[in-house]
């Protein structure tokens, strides 16, 4: 049974850093790709980024190249998101997912989903 459990979210000003993690059990990074999504009110979960099986290789959704990192520490098990230079637009949960579907780009067409964590930014 796989499972993922996201934390690190919470509530930060503009300009603040937040580390997300998520913590796998029941697989390892050699099953399955994983990456990061978010989903903002009142609009469509978006993928941010993902790190796949075969030799670790990063991928970034056009919109978070800047300021996201998608990091792991296979030994731990865990997946990282550092974000940095937050803004009020980055309010939104975010989850870690693993075995996603590639349609060119990232899809939120998931087999294995956390139950998120929220990231909520004031400015």
């Known amino acids: 049974q796989v499972q993922l459990v996201e934390s690190g979210g919470g509530s930060v000003l503009a300009g603040g850093s937040l580390r997300l993690s998520c913590e796998a059990s029941g697989y390892t990074y050699r099953d399955y790709s994983i990456g990061w999504f978010r989903q903002a009110p009142r609009k469509e979960r978006e993928a941010i980024a993902a790190?796949?099986?075969?030799?670790?290789?990063?991928y970034y959704a056009d919109s978070f190249k800047d300021r996201f990192t998608i990091s792991r520490d296979n030994a731990k098990n865990t997946l990282y998101l550092q974000i940095n230079s937050l803004a009020p637009e980055d309010t939104a949960k975010y989850y870690c997912?693993?075995?996603?579907?590639?349609?060119?780009?990232?899809?939120?067409?998931?087999?294995?989903w956390g139950q998120g964590t929220q990231v909520t930014v004031s400015s």
């Open positions: 997912a693993a075995d996603c579907a590639w349609v060119g780009h990232l899809s939120t067409d998931c087999t294995y």
């Open positions: 790190i796949f099986t075969s030799g670790g290789a990063t």
